[in-house]
């Protein structure tokens, strides 16, 4: 591995940490919209729109080129699938078996990813790379256990919702990978959350809302969607997709810590225990070297 490579890897695991790190303040800047009555749906509408608008803006305001008509078609798809349908599921998913095993099953996603990058990318999964994915899959699902709120109620339709949702949450990884690489991050984002918007329309209900949920339903925008999202495009253009998905599962973590800071909600030592497992399966991830078959540097298309 060249040091220009090192310093591209090290760039990528940065930039998908703080993705992780604005994706795990969702819960805290939901919760603002929710305790007003808001259906999950409707935020995820609004949410979408408003991070489509600005990734509009910033893609006038850096005369980003047009999106390429070769690759419009994936970013119709990943509009449909990543956003709408992953939604879509997630929220069935906690309606049918409740919010802990959603969360469980979401993160399902870093095994699709891996298989995903095997067939489609020949990326191989290294003995440390698969232990590292076990320890961190095994430590989310302590931590949404252990944080859970109420019994999770098992049954065929909520597993099947929430393996869906952690299939299409995937696809930000195995589709917007070569979007990444070849278009501009703003321009691909601002396709794919209007088009996921645009899909959602027909099952929103529409509320009136108070001048403080609008500004929760904003923060989700700017901070857990926007931001993200664009930390997340520099990071999956760096990194294998498998790595790339392990890293971000630090989410739930740092949704815990700021639950914790803000709420004041208490994580079991159990928790902990899973707390501390995620991070050692994503350090262990981190430090890994990317094998043959894995991303390597290519010309990348500033956000």
Same mark, same amino acid.
Not at 191 to 217: D, K
């Given at each position: 591995?060249?040091?220009?490579?090192?310093?591209?890897?090290?760039?990528g695991t940065?930039?998908?940490?703080?993705?992780?790190?604005?994706?795990?303040?969702?819960?805290?800047?939901?919760?603002?919209?929710?305790?007003?009555g808001v259906?999950?749906?409707?935020?995820?509408?609004?949410?979408?729109?408003?991070?489509?608008?600005?990734?509009?803006?910033?893609?006038?305001?850096?005369?980003?080129?047009?999106?390429?008509?070769?690759?419009?078609?994936a970013a119709?798809?990943?509009?449909?699938?990543?956003?709408?349908?992953?939604?879509?599921?997630?929220?069935?998913?906690?309606?049918?078996?409740?919010?802990?095993?959603?969360?469980?099953?979401?993160?399902?996603?870093?095994?699709?990813?891996?298989?995903?990058?095997?067939?489609?990318?020949?990326?191989?999964?290294?003995?440390?790379?698969?232990?590292?994915?076990?320890?961190?899959?095994?430590?989310?699902?302590?931590?949404?256990?252990?944080?859970?709120?109420?019994?999770?109620?098992?049954?065929?339709?909520?597993?099947?919702?929430?393996?869906?949702?952690?299939?299409?949450?995937?696809?930000?990884?195995?589709?917007?990978?070569?979007?990444?690489?070849?278009?501009?991050?703003?321009?691909?984002?601002?396709?794919?959350?209007?088009?996921?918007?645009?899909?959602?329309?027909?099952?929103?209900?529409?509320?009136?809302?108070?001048?403080?949920?609008?500004?929760?339903?904003?923060?989700?925008?700017? %901070?857990?969607?926007? +931001? *993200? !999202?664009?930390?997340?495009? &520099?990071?999956?253009?760096? /990194?294998?997709?498998?790595? @790339? =998905? #392990?890293?971000?599962?630090?989410?739930?973590? %740092?949704?815990?810590? +700021? *639950? !914790?800071?803000?709420?004041? &909600?208490?994580?079991?030592? /159990?928790?902990?225990?899973? @707390? =501390? #497992?995620?991070?050692?399966?994503?350090?262990?991830?981190?430090?890994?070297?990317?094998?043959?078959?894995?991303?390597?540097?290519?010309?990348?298309?500033?956000?």
């Amino acid at each position: 591995m060249t040091p220009e490579t090192s310093d591209s890897q090290r760039r990528g695991t940065f930039a998908i940490v703080v993705a992780a790190c604005c994706w795990g303040l969702l819960g805290v800047m939901a919760r603002v919209a929710l305790a007003d009555g808001v259906p999950p749906l409707t935020i995820a509408f609004w949410r979408a729109s408003m991070a489509a608008v600005l990734f509009t803006v910033h893609a006038a305001m850096i005369r980003a080129e047009p999106l390429r008509r070769a690759d419009r078609p994936a970013a119709l798809f990943l509009g449909v699938a990543g956003v709408a349908v992953f939604y879509l599921a997630y929220l069935n998913s906690i309606e049918q078996g409740g919010a802990a095993l959603a969360a469980i099953l979401l993160y399902s996603a870093p095994i699709w990813v891996t298989i995903g990058g095997r067939l489609f990318f020949h990326e191989r999964v290294s003995a440390p790379a698969a232990l590292s994915l076990a320890l961190t899959l095994s430590g989310v699902a302590v931590v949404v256990i252990a944080s859970a709120q109420r019994a999770m109620h098992w049954s065929p339709g909520a597993v099947g919702w929430g393996l869906l949702a952690g299939a299409t949450y995937a696809l930000y990884y195995l589709v917007g990978r070569r979007l990444f690489s070849r278009n501009a991050s703003a321009r691909v984002l601002s396709w794919s959350l209007g088009i996921g918007a645009v899909a959602m329309l027909p099952f929103v209900t529409f509320v009136s809302m108070r001048l403080v949920t609008w500004g929760g339903i904003a923060c989700l925008a700017i %901070v857990s969607t926007y +931001a *993200a !999202y664009l930390a997340y495009a &520099e990071g999956v253009k760096r /990194l294998p997709s498998a790595r @790339a =998905a #392990t890293i971000a599962t630090l989410e739930p973590v %740092v949704a815990v810590v +700021a *639950a !914790y800071v803000v709420w004041g &909600e208490r994580l079991s030592p /159990l928790g902990l225990g899973g @707390a =501390a #497992t995620v991070i050692a399966g994503v350090l262990l991830t981190a430090a890994g070297e990317p094998r043959r078959g894995g991303a390597s540097p290519r010309r990348t298309v500033s956000p």
